[in-house]
């Protein structure tokens, strides 16, 4: 048994959602549990009991979170929650069109770390067709996950 992987994703008009969704049937095919949940379904709070997380996020307004992720964001800043025990990833959605390019994702990669998560890698940014961002990341991601889901499963503790 392997540590499952905890796929969230923050979006307005669904590619994010589309990434997540694509990286879980991803991980099942390489033996590793996964879930994938909008961060309107969970809080900061939540991940403190999980090891291993991939967040997709996206970008609106001026370098502002999609309007589902607010709350989300609001409880990640808290200095007081500890995530010392998460190792994440964030893949970035945007447009390079926008002054703030990626500023969402990027925000988000440093509130985790700031609360005491290790990155895994450092935050990706993706333009509008994010689809050659996503494979090249994947390249590299998806090796660290096995590795660390193996290292870091219950049959080891
Ligand atoms: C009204 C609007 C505002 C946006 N603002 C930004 C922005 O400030 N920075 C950025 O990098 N991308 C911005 N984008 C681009 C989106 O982040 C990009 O289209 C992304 O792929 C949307 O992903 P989603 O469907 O998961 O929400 C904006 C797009 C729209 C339509």
């Known amino acids: 048994m392997s540590r ?3 796929i969230l994703y923050a979006t307005a008009s669904g590619n994010t959602e589309e990434l997540a969704t694509e990286a879980a049937s991803r991980l099942t095919g390489l033996g590793l549990d996964s879930s994938v949940r909008s961060v309107e379904e969970v809080s900061p709070g939540d991940l403190a009991q999980e090891s291993l997380v991939l967040m997709f996020a ?3 307004g001026e370098g502002l979170p999609p309007p589902d992720a607010e709350e ?3 409880q990640l800043a808290e200095e007081t929650l500890d995530l010392g025990g998460l190792r994440f990833a964030v893949f970035a959605l945007g447009s390079s069109a ?3 390019f990626c500023g969402y ?3 988000l990669d440093a509130l985790l770390a700031a609360r005491g998560a290790e990155r895994i890698l450092p935050c990706a940014k ?3 067709k994010f689809r050659r961002a996503f494979e090249e990341w994947w390249q590299e991601v998806s090796p660290r996950l096995v590795a660390l889901a ?3 499963g219950p049959d080891d503790e």
Do not use: C, M, N
Request: charged residues 25%; without cysteine; glycine residues 4%.
């Open 105 to 107: 994702g990027i925000l």
């Open 58 to 60: 996206s970008t609106w």
């Open 4 to 6: 499952p992987v905890i």
């Open 72 to 74: 989300f964001t609001e």
């Open 98 to 100: 926008y002054a703030e």
């Open 150 to 152: 193996e290292a870091d």
């Open 126 to 128: 993706s333009d509008v």
